[in-house]
Each structure stands twice: as C-alpha cells, then as structure tokens.
C-alpha cells in the first residue's frame, strides 16, 4: 500500500501541494489520451479527421460527466467517514462504489452506441466529418465501463489520501495509448478508429490496476471482490451528492454543446482551430482543476473531523494556488500557442489562426475557471452539492446559452470572438455567487456546534 497523504493535521500548503501535485500529472496524463489522439490523426490522416475528433469532445463529456458525479459522491462518502473514524462506512462504500461504476458504464455504452450519430447531427456536425466522428463516438462508448471503473476507484484513492497510484497507472496506461495510436493508425491504416480503439484498450489496463490496488489495501479501503453489493446507506449519499454534481456537470456540458453547434457553424476549417486550441488549453484547466479535487478530500476529512479552522485555511489556500498557477500557465500557453499549434494542424495556416483567437479569450482568463471550480469542490466537501449545482446551472449554463441566443444572433456579433468572451464572464460571475455560498454554508455550520 502506498504512503497516504495525511489530511487531518500537520502544516496544510506543503501538505496541500504534495497531495495536489501527482493529481495535476494524472489529469495532464489522461489528457493526453485525447492530445495522443488528436496528434496522431492530424498528422497522418488531417484535419478533417483532427475536426472530427474534435467535435466528438463535447457530447461524449454531456454523456460522461453524471456518472462521474457519482464517482464525486463515492470519493465524499469515504473522506467523511475516514475522517469521523467510521470504518464500517468506509467498506460499504468501497463495496457499492465497484457495481455502481459498472452499471453506470453498461448504461453509458448502451446510450452511447445508439445516439452517437443523432448527437452529432442535432449538433449540426457537418457531413463532412459526421461518418467518422460517429464511428470515434461508437467505439469510444463500447469500453467505457473501464473509464467508469478508473474514475470511480480512483476517487475512492484520493479521498484515502492515496494520489501517487492514479499517476503511477496512467502513467502505465498512457504509454500503451501512445504507442497504440500510432501502430493503428500510421501501420494498419485505421484512422479515427485506431485512436478511438487505443483508448478504449489504454483504459481498460488503467480500471484492473486501480482495482487491484484496493484490494491490496490493508486499511478500510481495501476491496474484497466477493464483498461486492450495493449498500442503501453508502449509495443514498453517494447519489445525494453526486447525482446533483452529475446533474451539474451535464448541463455544463450542454452549454458547451451549444457553444460546439455555434462553433460548427464557421466550417470545418474553423472546426479544426478549436479543436486543436481547446485540447491545449485543456492541460491549463486539468491543472487548475486539480486544487477542485484537493478542496473535495481535504474539506471532506476535516468536515468529518470538525475541524473548522484547517477547512477555511484549505480554501484560502487552494484560491491562492489557483491564481497563481492560472495567470501563470494561461500566459505561457499563449505566449507558446503558434508553436504547440503547429503539433496538432500541420495543412492549415488559417486553421491554426482560428486557433490563437480561442487561446487569447480562454486561456488568459482562465484562472477564474479554477477559483470558481475551487469554491464548487469546498461545498462539495462540505456535503453541499445541490448549491453549487444550482448556481452553476444558473451562472454557467444559463448565461452562456442566454448568450448565444441573444448577443451571438445579433449579425455584428455573430463573431468567435464574441462566443469566447461567455466563458470568461460566467466563470466570474459564477465564482463570486459559489463563494458566497461557501462562507454561508460555512458559518451555518459552526454556528450549529
């Protein structure tokens, strides 16, 4: 078993950055599993298979992400009872946590494999890239159970404090995936399929090794495979706070399919730049995101601890963290954006201009992104999440899609520059409404012991 990051005492930045670091390298590395993709297809095939896997990213994150809500409520059950000491929670939990992340996979593949291509049309994906983002969409859902298993496994080994192990399988995994892209795609000639294929195989090795590393667990946490059931007690909390975190981060991803249907509007070329340039600045917001989980486990421990005073210090914290390191890595990946571009469309100069017009309103603000994230993960951890729900779907979702349906239609702003500016404003919007919340909540709660 490896060392377990302590959340309940001991100075908390140095803790918080040690716990926080490897999650930024697993998420930069489960990125590249898409990047790999990207890479490979728009170097050997181009980039009408880069656009098609591009405009696959949206829809398949709206299907995805409230499962992995769930997954959210799974990691937040364990940090509460591992921080009140209660045990027998812990092993129910651990023991729902395995069926409810293979249910939520058979659903995913079964949903996904028979709506792909109705997605992708009501989306307005172009004929030109339709056939083959649908044949990315249907294969990628074919083994998405494995996705559900690392995700859901995962969590569970972050809320134990245990954040060396997802890099280490990852690691493992995202090897395979690169390697496997290229021998489908530039040896066997597979195209979209290959990269889809890579994925699914590079997950599939990603689920048996997080598996295999709770059950060699020796503490509450450890998974014993004929123990599995669904317990009521573990699965009502779970799914009370991870169905509202779920909920929340499909209609996110609604807004960002609707933002997808605008981007599709401009063509294929067009296409292909936003692709590229929202797979880049996907290594910011991974990173970012990364002190969102950090505020879920530590706030959960403390909060089933009670100890109030490290709860507002690991949110203070995690907002200065994600400042600094927002400002500083959106800056640099503009500043970098010409070069890392040229990676990905190697046949277009005006689809690479596309690119940098998405990189310079998106990635420069992005630090917003992070604090509003951060204050969503505290509530979470807290064991609110019908709030943040709440003022994201209002704040996020329904300013951006009000966006698109009243400025955007207007001809003089029917622009990509006007569809970019939404994201920046609803994230500051939106973290100025989550922060309030955060310090209601939080006093409502200390003042009741």
């Known amino acids: 078993m490896r060392t377990n990051q302590p959340m309940l005492d001991g100075p908390l930045f140095p803790g918080i950055v040690r716990y926080t670091v490897p999650i930024i390298l697993t998420s930069l590395l489960q990125l590249l599993f898409n990047a790999a993709d990207l890479v490979v297809v728009g170097q050997f095939c181009g980039s009408l298979s880069l656009a098609a896997v591009g405009a696959t990213g949206a829809i398949t994150n709206l299907m995805v992400n409230f499962f992995i809500g769930l997954s959210v409520g799974a990691g937040v059950t364990v940090a509460h009872s591992l921080g009140s000491r209660e045990d027998g929670m812990v092993f129910r939990t651990v023991h729902t946590t395995l069926p409810v992340s293979i249910l939520s996979g058979a659903a995913l593949t079964v949903f996904g494999v028979a709506f792909s291509r109705t997605f992708l049309r009501m989306m307005g994906t172009p004929d030109t890239v339709l056939p083959l983002s649908a044949v990315y969409m249907e294969i990628y859902f074919g083994g998405i159970t494995f996705t559900m298993i690392y995700n859901f496994c995962a969590a569970i080994l972050r809320a134990a404090g245990d954040t060396k192990s997802p890099l280490i399988f990852l690691s493992i995994a995202g090897v395979v995936n690169v390697i496997l892209n290229v021998v489908f795609v530039r040896f066997f000639n597979m195209n979209v399929a290959g990269v889809a294929l890579a994925t699914v195989i590079s997950q599939a090795i990603s689920a048996v090794l997080v598996v295999q590393e709770l059950m060699r667990r020796k503490d509450a946490c450890k998974l014993t495979l004929s123990k599995m059931r669904i317990y009521a007690a573990p699965l009502k909390k779970m ?77 203070w914290i995690c907002l200065g963290c994600v400042t600094v390191l927002g400002l500083t890595l959106g800056s640099a990946m503009y500043a970098a954006g010409p070069t890392l571009l040229s990676i990905y469309i190697t046949d277009s100069p005006e689809a690479m201009a596309y690119g940098m017009v998405r990189l310079g309103y998106i990635c420069l603000p992005y630090f917003l992104c992070g604090l509003m994230d951060v204050t969503t993960g505290a509530l979470r951890g807290l064991g609110s999440s019908f709030i943040p729900m709440l003022i994201c779907v209002l704040g996020v979702c329904g300013l951006r899609i009000g966006w698109i349906y009243t400025i955007f239609q207007v001809p003089a702003f029917h622009t990509p520059s006007c569809l970019y500016l939404s994201y920046a404003i609803s994230w500051a919007v939106t973290f100025l409404c989550e922060l309030a919340a955060m310090l209601h909540v939080f006093r409502k709660m200390t003042r009741n012991e």
């Open 239 to 315: 799914i009370l706070i991870g169905m509202p975190a779920g909920i929340q981060g499909s209609l996110f991803s609604i807004s960002n399919v609707l933002i997808q249907s605008s981007v599709n509007s401009f063509g294929d070329i067009f296409m292909s730049g936003n692709a590229a340039a929202a797979n880049l600045e996907g290594f910011v917001y991974v990173s970012l995101n990364a002190f969102q989980q950090t505020a879920v486990n530590f706030i959960g421990q403390n909060t089933g601890a009670r100890q109030w005073d490290r709860i507002r210090k690991t949110l």
